[in-house]
């Protein structure tokens, strides 16, 4: 990542969270993957990211791990297991490490978590940061509105940004700040910056998968381009295939033994 921000060419990440997913991706020549909290979304139905647990997140990770022979796995620490105690921090990092043999660990937060990241990065185990619009921190927020767009909030946002450089991340997630914020924070870092809804001149883009592709319907950001229409055909195919088997046409002389 850091050889491809150096030569400026872009870098392509998305979420999974299992093995057949997982194995498409790498095979389509996905260079990073994002086993994402967006589990508790996508995967279990939350209307948050909250509460997804440390065992159900290593079972996606391990899932994917399995799928995956070149990309970088990427998973993320989940809310409440390493704000305000860096040894439980440390602790949730070597589990995701041990149990799905993932590449590195992803967590939200700048100045607020910065002893959790030394103790991990203490550790061997390499993080990528999440700065912005943090969904584990929406009961503070109160809403998923673009963030940053005060002077205030944005200061903090590059000031955590190099705080977390400094402290040894190799990449950090902006999610949803204005594209003139982004840009500055990875014109600034040396470290690739990886946008969701950061515009395009940071070093990389990451979607949800199942928002991509047209799985979810109901979530419809600004900054989503969905590349297929999959819930359509997904429902077209069960009803077709409920319809063959109303009608008998399915199985056929050929479908059977
Ligand atoms: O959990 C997730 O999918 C994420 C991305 C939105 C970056 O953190």
Known sequence: MQEMKLKGEKIAM???????????????????????DSASNVMAGHKTTLPITLNEMIYHASSVCRGV???????DLPFGTYQGNSKEALNSAIRIMKESAADAV???????????????????IP?????????????????????????KEADKLVEDAHLLERA?????????????LGAQVAKELKIPIIGIGAGGQVDGQV?????????????????????????EEIKG?????????????FPNEREQY
Do not use: C, W
């Not at 992803?106 to 061997?124: C, F, N, T």
């Not at 991340?169 to 999610?175: D, P, S, T």
């Not at 047209?214 to 819930?231: A, D, E, M, V």
């Open 14 to 36: 998305l979420t999974a969270y299992d093995f057949s997913f997982a194995t498409l991706l790498d095979e389509a020549g996905i260079e990073v993957i994002l086993v994402g």
């Open 237 to 249: 195919s069960v009803s077709t295939y409920i319809s063959d088997i109303k009608s008998l046409d």
């Open 168 to 180: 040894g991340v190799f990449a950090i997630v902006l999610e949803k700040i204005p594209a003139k």
């Open 69 to 75: 022979d070149r990309a970088l796995v990427v998973v």
């Open 127 to 151: 993080i990528m940061g999440h700065l912005g619009l943090t969904p584990q921190s929406i009961h503070k927020f109160g809403t998923y509105v673009v963030r940053a767009t005060e002077q």
């Open 106 to 124: 992803k967590m939200e937060g700048g100045r607020e978590v910065l002893e959790s990241v030394d103790r991990i990065l203490s550790a061997g």
């Open 207 to 231: 979607l949800v998968l199942h928002d991509m592709l047209g799985i979810t319907t109901k979530f419809s950001p600004r900054f989503l381009r969905r590349y297929h229409n999959l819930s």
